[in-house]
């Protein structure tokens, strides 16, 4: 069926679903940790034998957008991916207040990686579970710069979701993903432990490890090298470049889920070719 769609009306269609995709995207990283948050806060309270808050319903449907210094409602026009903050210019309508750039730099990326994808793997099942892949990813970036905090919610579905593609759309290398899913966990599981038996500091969180397992099941054990010297340079540089710019956040913890992130991308994109180059630089 997309077959037959019109490059003309393909390629915009496509960009407007990954926006739509995107703003989603944005409910879930602001909305996905609070609802954790008072799941645990409630759990704990179960266990003490406390009664239960009370609480207005809060979910990824309720409430409805609103400004989160006024509370006012957003309108449904200014919900509008992109065009809705532009036009406001990343001001509340009714307090004035500043919207955060998140929202259209989410939207954007949605946009950009659900074209991407288009370009790479055309309109088929293959790629909308890569787009799928992608763009939680995206999210478990952002709620992580934003929290540090990596949602089972998010990184154990991924995992699933990546045997399942290769079960359907390349079998022979399910063996490979099996494994790539056990040594991702496993590799960063050791070097915390071994980070924290040398210097009683704990260097990252489980969430980390669920989440290179789960790349290791899209992409197979092979490339998660390729993933970690990806992942570590680039968050040793900025890390060391943005403590160095602002000297306060010297000692600072910083989310590692970022650049797993961005490799995990690169790899999933770009993964053949690279790995090409990585291979022949090894041999």
Known sequence: MLDDLSPWLLWPLTAILGLCLGSFLNVVITRLPVMLMRGWRAEAREALE???????????????????????????????????????????????????????????????????????????LEALFILGACLTLLAMAVIDLRTQLLPDLLTLPLLWAGLLYQLLFQPLMLPSAVIGAMAGYLVLWSFYWLFKLVTGKEGMGYGDFKLLAALGAWLGWQTLPLVLILSAGAGAIVGILIQLAVPRLRGAPMPFGPWLVMAGWIALLAGEPLMAVYTGLLY
């Open 50 to 124: 406390l009664p239960p808050e009370e609480a207005t319903p809060f979910n990824l449907v309720t409430p409805r957008s609103l400004c989160p210094r006024c509370e006012a409602p957003i309108a449904w026009h200014d919900n509008i991916p992109l065009l809705g903050w532009f036009k406001r210019r990343g001001r509340c309508a009714n307090c004035h207040a500043r919207i955060s750039p998140q929202y259209p730099l989410v939207e954007l990326a949605g946009g950009v990686l659900a074209v991407t994808v288009l370009a790479l793997f055309g309109p088929s």
